[in-house]
């Protein structure tokens, strides 16, 4: 295999992609590290760590570009060890974000793993995201809503619907199959509307991604 994180990262439009790659292989590290134990997540391994987690989370930017430099708000919903949260926020230092997830060891390690690396646009929230959603803190807060291989996109949208700033956008992760199937239950939902972008093949023949898009038309 000879997939390689800084080429990808380039190509992706990232900055300095030899430095991002080495603070994902030190991501890396300390994932394998607290993995031994805490269980946080089966892929630890380097390849594989690059390619489904760094390469997917960094896929985002395939689709919109402009994230990489938007010093806006962001929503990461169930973030588990911290993917896309914390790949986002190293490729992207003007973005400000919040990793949600109800499981307090996978925050805690998000938390730990963003004071290693010294980055300080990325917080973790310990929390059920249908609970957060009635708090005041978090209503109409985010530009972007984000989650990758949580749920399906309607559940998310329900139990996050206040998080949206007018105009924002949920943007979810998802397989052109995955898309398809839950864009008629998307399409019910009131205030909101939903695409699904062209979907592309992830490097290392990794299979396809696409996003599912609504955007907030009124609070």
Same mark, same amino acid.
């Given at each position: 295999?000879? =997939?390689?994180?800084?080429? =990808? ?6 900055? /300095?992609?030899?430095?991002? +790659? ?8 300390? @994932?394998?590290? %607290? ?17 489904? $987690?760094?390469?997917?989370? @960094?896929?985002?930017? $395939? +689709?919109?570009?402009? &994230?990489?430099? +938007? ?7 169930? %973030?588990? *060890? !911290? =993917?896309?949260? &914390?790949?986002?926020? @190293?490729? *992207?230092?003007? &973005? ?11 925050? *805690?390690?998000?938390?730990? +793993?963003?004071?290693? &690396? !010294? ?14 959603? #009635?708090?005041?803190?978090?209503? $109409? ?10 749920? *399906? ?13 007018? !105009?924002?956008? =949920? ?32 490097? /290392?023949?990794?299979?396809?991604? %696409?996003?599912?898009?609504?955007? #907030?038309?009124?609070?």
């Amino acid at each position: 295999m000879n =997939f390689a994180l800084a080429e =990808f990262a380039a190509a992706a439009g990232i900055a /300095e992609p030899e430095s991002f +790659a080495a603070k994902c292989e030190r991501l890396r590290e300390f @994932l394998e590290e %607290c993995n031994r134990q805490v269980n946080l997540t089966r892929i630890t391994g380097r390849t594989d760590f690059e390619l489904k $987690h760094a390469a997917d989370s @960094l896929s985002i930017f $395939h +689709a919109f570009p402009e &994230l990489l430099t +938007a010093p806006v708000e962001l929503a990461d919903i169930g %973030c588990g *060890a !911290g =993917f896309p949260s &914390l790949i986002l926020a @190293l490729a *992207a230092p003007a &973005l400000r974000i919040t990793a949600i997830d109800s499981t307090g060891k996978k925050t *805690a390690f998000v938390a730990s +793993a963003a004071a290693r &690396l !010294g980055l300080t646009n990325v917080r973790a929230v310990h929390g059920r995201a249908v609970e957060l959603n #009635r708090e005041p803190e978090f209503r $109409h807060r985010f530009a972007v809503v984000t989650a990758r291989a949580v749920a *399906a996109s309607a559940r998310i949208c329900g139990e996050c619907r206040n998080f949206p700033a007018p !105009g924002g956008r =949920f943007i979810f992760y998802k397989t052109p199959a995955q898309a398809e199937a839950e864009m008629p239950e998307l399409q019910k939902l009131p205030d909101t509307r939903w695409r699904i972008t062209p979907a592309f093949s992830l490097p /290392e023949n990794a299979g396809e991604r %696409c996003f599912v898009v609504g955007v #907030r038309q009124t609070e």
